[in-house]
């Protein structure tokens, strides 16, 4: 069975500090690892995904497949960035994705 | 741009009514998707639908049945109400590949009383 678990119900850090939310996956094949965010009243979308490797509003992530983690950093938090973000995983040839239990981002001005 | 739309925003609903919940895609999604989401529990997805009058359950299908019979519109229906199916309901949608991402709606907050 697959398994995504964030530590972090609640992250809260100062404007300008580094960011780390931590998400760590149970899966025995090769996944497909996301990050999607959802601002206040607004819809769920995604931030980014692990294939693409690319950079999104200053976040990234690294898929480590030793530590079995999808990590999402950003150097320096801006107050924009609160939110709820969750991270989620696909298997191999499935159509589902399977979330974890979302972590709250709080940037403190 | 992909559009989604929930039928509502919020609905009040009594124990034991019929609950229609309606989403509409615009971009001829093949995948539709409806998952509810709870504090502390993250997003769980109850039913899925690969095409039209396909369905598969998810994780969490008790108590909960869906319809396709268009491709653009997925329905989620809760035969008979309970007060722990009070949540948010999101609905979400894809192309066919599995690689491609998921576009949600705006949820619909279901209060059961």
């Known amino acids: 069975a697959q398994r995504v678990t964030q530590p972090e119900k609640l992250l809260s850090v100062f404007k300008g500090a580094p960011v780390e939310l931590k998400c760590n996956y149970s899966?025995?094949?090769?996944?497909?690892l996301f990050w999607y965010v959802q601002y206040s009243r607004q819809r769920l979308q995604l931030l980014l995904r692990h294939i693409s490797r690319e950079s999104i509003k200053g976040f990234t992530a690294d898929l480590n497949k030793g530590e079995t983690s999808f990590h999402l950093k950003k150097p320096f938090a801006q107050e924009e960035d609160s939110a709820m973000y969750y991270c989620?995983?696909?298997?191999?040839?499935?159509?589902?994705?399977?979330f974890g239990k979302g972590t709250k981002l709080s940037v403190i001005p | 741009d992909v559009k989604v739309t929930q039928s509502s925003r919020y609905l009040v609903k009594r124990t034991g009514e019929k609950v229609f919940l309606e989403c509409v895609q615009d971009?001829?999604?093949?995948?539709m998707f409806w998952y509810r989401q709870d504090p502390g529990l993250g997003l769980r997805l109850i039913y899925f639908s690969y095409d039209v009058k396909m369905k598969e359950k998810g994780d969490i299908p008790e108590g909960y049945s869906v319809s396709r019979e268009k491709k653009e519109r997925f329905s989620l229906i809760l035969e008979s109400a309970s007060t722990n199916q009070t949540s948010m309901y999101l609905c979400?949608?894809?192309?066919?590949?599995?690689?491609?991402?998921?576009?949600f709606g705006p949820g619909t907050r279901l209060l059961v009383l």
């Open positions: 989620a995983l696909r298997g191999a040839g499935s159509y589902q994705l399977t």
């Open positions: 899966y025995s094949g090769s996944p497909e």
């Open positions: 979400a949608s894809n192309l066919a590949g599995k690689a491609e991402t998921q576009y």
């Open positions: 971009m001829d999604h093949e995948n």
